[in-house]
């Protein structure tokens, strides 16, 4: 999932988290970098998380149309489709009030815990146009006064906890062989 940074002539922001993915159920922490190319007059630096789940489908049907020798079999495709919101979260990492932001770079640090329920990131493309995905977005916004903002957008991964312990098999097992 690629990046979004928005055109702001006052600079560009940036998430980084430490991570190169995130588990279900623990803490994700990170940063917000910014870089300011002119005085801008700030207000807050909000961080947002969103997850969402998605999928459609499409069923071959037929039915029959007309009457007597006029009657052919239409075929013909249903579309269906369902969406969930998984979670959303939004935080506000820093109320700058009235403060001018000068031309530099600034770092906030971040930390939050995701759900232990969040599933797992996932994309699947499958016959017949069918799609279904997990995916999440994380987006910081450092809103200005007069509607100014400068934006970023970026994906996500997500991995679901390990709950079979430790994840390293052992124990054996005495097992008869037979002849077939």
Known sequence: MGNKESKSEYGTILVHTDQPFCISGQAVTGNVHIQINKPFLAKSLVLELAGKEKCKWY?????????????????????????????????????????????????????????????????YTGSMKS???????????????????????????????????????KGSEEVEIKKC
Do not use: W
């Open 59 to 123: 069923v071959q049907k037929q039915r029959i149309e007309g009457e007597g020798e006029e009657m052919h079999v239409v075929h013909y495709e249903e579309k269906y489709s369902d969406k969930k919101d998984i979670i959303e979260f939004e935080t506000t990492l820093v109320e700058f009030g009235e403060e001018i932001l000068a031309v530099g770079q600034y770092t906030f640090p971040f930390s939050f815990n995701l759900p232990a329920d969040c599933p797992a990131s996932t994309y």
């Open 131 to 169: 799609i279904a995905y997990v995916k999440y977005k994380c987006k910081a916004k450092l809103d200005g006064h007069d509607d100014n903002k400068i934006k970023f957008k970026s994906g996500i991964v997500v991995r679901q906890m390990n709950t079979n312990g430790s994840g390293n098999l």
